[in-house]
């Protein structure tokens, strides 16, 4: 109840899609590094980002859905949004045994854990605001 | 071993760090046993080498590959499009870390030395010394080091965010 009729009027559900994308890609890398050094292991990464920018690109066309039973037409709800995990088809060998570059997963993993922080901060900032309405007392100037 | 909820990330890690610490314990075995004659089953000592493989997920595999809503078939080049039925999935997709699968000695046949004042010599003089590469070795350590350190890397950068999360309350 409350969340329709403020969380989801907010960048909370973006934020919220963002930080489980985050959360996801965290276990990924995790994964990549642990199997750096078994052979023939392949790569996992997560696409999220394209279809999150898909769904906001409010240019896009939309079909309303006024029946269970209609199809998702044009731009997705962000509720529909998923980050989801694929192995590329990359058949180099940057360790030697597999087609995990070390370097790339520290580079992946420093910018995961930044727009992990990113979305945290920007949902914490959502949530007081929300708090000021509800007490009907203004944020403090920052 | 089922790894789940929020610090299946974390656990992740560790058996990568696990992982590297059993190969780190089995190059230190070789090191210290680069000139060991006898063992208990007999002839000079054999190379050990553990085995990498990584482990899959049942729960991930649900998650990442649950089946389409809908099927469709493209039979006309203004249709939507929709999955078709043999739409290919991976099967195995996302894994959760790394195990050692086991711990095997190297076959190579031992190297042998001319030494005849050893007492385990032959008759013409060899002695069978242990099949190490002591620099293989070396390498192979400083492979396992940073293997580890990265692994503790991905740990930290993991339990940063998990208290970050826990902060956004």
């Known amino acids: 109840m409350l969340g329709q009729l403020i969380f989801n009027k ?3 559900p973006v ?16 994964n990549n590094v642990a199997n750096v050094n078994t052979p023939g292991f392949e790569r996992v990464e997560v696409t999220f980002e394209n279809e999150l920018r898909r769904a906001l ?13 209609h199809l998702d037409i044009g731009r997705k709800d962000i509720g529909n949004v998923n980050a989801a995990a694929y192995k590329p088809a990359d058949f180099t060998l940057p360790s030697g045994v597999n087609n995990v570059d070390i370097d790339m997963e520290m580079a992946k993993m ?3 854990q930044i727009q992990f922080n990113f979305a945290s901060t920007a949902l914490r900032g959502v949530f007081r605001k929300i708090n000021s309405a509800i007490q009907a007392k203004p944020l403090p100037i920052q | 071993m089922p790894l789940s909820g929020i610090f299946s990330g974390l656990n992740i890690s560790a058996s990568g760090m696990s992982a590297m610490r059993m190969h780190q314990n089995a190059i230190s ?11 208990d089953d007999g002839g000079p000592y054999r190379r050990q080498f553990v085995v990498l493989s ?3 997920d049942d729960r991930d595999v649900r998650i990442l590959n649950r089946e389409p809503a809908l099927y469709g078939e ?6 939507l499009p929709i999955p078709p039925r043999d739409f290919p999935r991976d099967e195995r997709f996302f894994g959760n870390g790394v195990r050692v699968a086991e711990i095997r000695e190297d076959s190579r046949p031992p190297r042998l030395v001319y030494d005849p004042s050893h007492p385990d010599a032959d008759e013409k003089g060899y002695v069978a010394m242990p099949n190490i590469n002591v620099v293989k070795e070396m390498t192979d350590m400083i492979t396992a080091t940073r293997a580890y350190e990265a692994n503790a890397t991905a740990f930290t950068s993991m339990k940063n965010m998990l208290m970050t999360a826990i902060q956004t309350m």
């Not at chain 1, 690109?57 to 039973?69: E, F, I, P, S």
């Not at chain 2, 075995?29 to 063992?39: G, K, Q």
């Not at chain 2, 493209?74 to 249709?79: A, L, V």
């Open chain 2, 54 to 56: 990584a482990q899959s």
């Open chain 1, 110 to 112: 420093a910018e995961n």
């Open chain 2, 74 to 79: 493209q039979t006309n080049e203004n249709h």
């Open chain 1, 15 to 30: 934020l919220q899609k963002t930080m489980d994308a985050s959360m996801l890609r965290a276990r990924a890398i995790a």
């Open chain 1, 57 to 69: 690109d409010r240019t896009r066309l939309k079909g309303a859905r006024t029946d269970q039973k």
């Open chain 1, 10 to 12: 907010t960048n909370g």
């Open chain 2, 29 to 39: 075995s070789n090191l210290a046993n680069a000139e060991t004659t006898r063992t």
